[in-house]
């Protein structure tokens, strides 16, 4: 009778999460069957083969591998029942024609654990957004990937139009459920049939929103020496306009390392574009200001270098940052107000 294990193959670059693998032993003859699931060697108990639960993510993680052991222990059990020859090649083409009924939302709840485990965390937040907006209007039904049709997508399209959204918003999850959809029909447990040709994923251009440098130049000039929070705020306002743009995130994550030689070197974090913007006076001003700031950060929004608990400090920050904009718009008596995005637009 055929066995299953359960393994745990290292990844090749330190720090990374290995891949979880199904070896099938049968007739002296191995195969192993690669998953999309993702671990530590820190969640993994080799002895057991079993996933170490240390929060909601490695809990879920145990259930599924569970699930997927169950399938394959009763693959087995049914080809033995056949009483025919069978070998350990059709246990795996049994188990991924099986794959093929994974419904849309544990196919993206997989890919969201993945996001999460290469540290893109922003990316997972927009599919988990897209998930949970989708799952509503399912209303839990369970859609395998083969029922994502285009009568589906129109219906769920409908549905975003009543709530209200407008086309930028309706767009955003359309692509993100597109790109879901894609990498199914790349993993081949669905064919290809274009259900997303009805819908709007194109992004329209919207008014952007600048002021004059004669308004940088008062806010530049505010006394704001009675609270220094509204004077972070506006030191990144400035700090982001000098810098061609810069963006809060960018801003955020910027280190001290990545001052060299008179210049800023740094990654944008939406794109992995390299960047250099020389250091001028102005910059060069607001940097000495918070040089005492003990962390590896130039500015003091992140606290830790953990990535998860640095992101959620990022998120509660921009937050802040845009309240302290509005007060500060009321400050300068400004109509059309300021956000993180005005700076850049300007």
């Known amino acids: 009778m055929a066995t299953i294990k359960i393994e745990l193959r290292p990844s090749k670059v330190e720090g990374r999460a290995g891949t979880v693998v199904y070896r099938i032993t049968h007739l002296r003859k191995i195969r192993r069957i690669k998953t999309s699931i993702r671990l530590h060697p820190e969640e993994w108990n080799e002895e057991t083969e079993c996933v170490v639960c240390q929060n909601a993510r490695t809990s879920a993680t145990r259930a599924k591998i569970d699930r ?134 194109g992004i329209d251009r919207t008014r952007k929103k600048a002021v004059d440098e004669k308004i940088v130049l008062q806010l530049f000039r505010l006394d704001l020496r009675h609270s220094p929070a509204l004077a972070l705020t506006r030191d990144l306002f400035v700090f982001s306009y000098c810098t061609r743009g810069m963006a809060f995130v960018d801003m955020a994550y910027l280190r001290k390392t990545d001052l060299r030689n008179g210049n800023i070197y740094y990654a944008r974090r939406k794109t992995q574009r390299q960047l250099c913007v020389r250091i001028e006076p102005n910059i060069r001003r607001i940097i000495d200001k918070y040089a005492g700031n003990p962390s590896p950060y130039v500015f003091p929004i992140l606290k830790t270098e953990d990535a998860a608990k640095a992101y959620s400090q990022y998120q509660t920050a921009l937050n802040y940052h845009n309240r302290q904009l509005k007060r500060l718009a009321g400050m300068l008596h400004l109509e059309s107000g300021l956000s993180s995005y005005t700076a850049r637009h300007s």
């Open 68 to 201: 997927e052991f169950r399938k394959l222990k009763h693959i087995v059990r049914q080809l033995e029942d056949s009483r025919k020859t069978y070998s350990a090649d059709d246990i795996a083409d049994r188990y991924r024609s099986s794959a093929r009924d994974i419904s849309v939302v544990d196919f993206m709840q997989e890919r969201i654990m993945q996001l999460r485990d290469a540290r893109r965390l922003g990316t997972a937040r927009n599919y988990e957004r897209t998930m949970n907006s989708f799952a509503k209007y399912l209303e839990e039904t369970e859609l395998p990937l083969a029922a994502l049709t285009e009568r589906v997508i129109d219906g769920y399209n409908g549905f975003l139009i009543r709530q209200g959204l407008v086309r930028n918003s309706i767009s955003f999850y359309m692509r993100i459920l597109r790109a879901v959809y894609n990498r199914a029909v790349k993993q081949r447990l669905v064919e290809q049939c274009y259900p997303f040709q009805n819908v709007y994923t």
